[in-house]
Nanobody, 124 residues
Framework: EVQLQASGGGLVQAGGSLKLSCAAS????????VGWFRQAPGKTSEAVSC????????WYEGSVEGRFTISADNAKNVVFLRMDSLRPDDTAVYYC?????????????????WGQGTLVTVSS
């Protein structure tokens, strides 16, 4: 059984940092693409960042590029999302997801496995 455990959310002031973790069991993350998505109150879900399996190529949504960094620790089977210079509009529930493909996609429909979400709240 594949399980994803997202953690690391919390309350932080604007300008602060958080590091989210997505720990997987039942699947080897470096064989597949992993994405981070977020859903803010009253808004639709959006892709934030993705990392390919294998080559480790990454993608970032425009508003987070330069502030967020996605990385993987294949030995620990964990994908991280380091978030710096956080802003109030980053407030959302953040989810990690795995697609049974090597190449990442921003389309959430391509992801089969989802973590439970971790809440990030950025105060102004």
């Amino acid at each position: 059984e594949v399980q994803l455990q997202a953690s690391g959310g919390g309350l932080v002031q604007a300008g602060g940092s958080l590091k989210l973790s997505c720990a997987a069991s039942g699947i080897k993350l470096d064989d597949y693409a992993v994405g981070w998505f977020r859903q803010a109150p009253g808004k639709t879900s959006e892709a934030v960042s993705c990392i390919n399996g294998g080559d480790g190529n990454t993608w970032y949504e425009g508003s987070v590029e330069g502030r967020f960094t996605i990385s993987a620790d294949n030995a620990k089977n964990v994908v991280f999302l380091r978030m710096d210079s956080l802003r109030p509009d980053d407030t959302a529930v953040y989810y990690c997801a795995v697609t049974p493909k090597v190449t990442a996609s921003v389309n959430p429909m391509t992801y089969d496995y989802w973590g439970q979400g971790t809440l990030v709240t950025v105060s102004s």
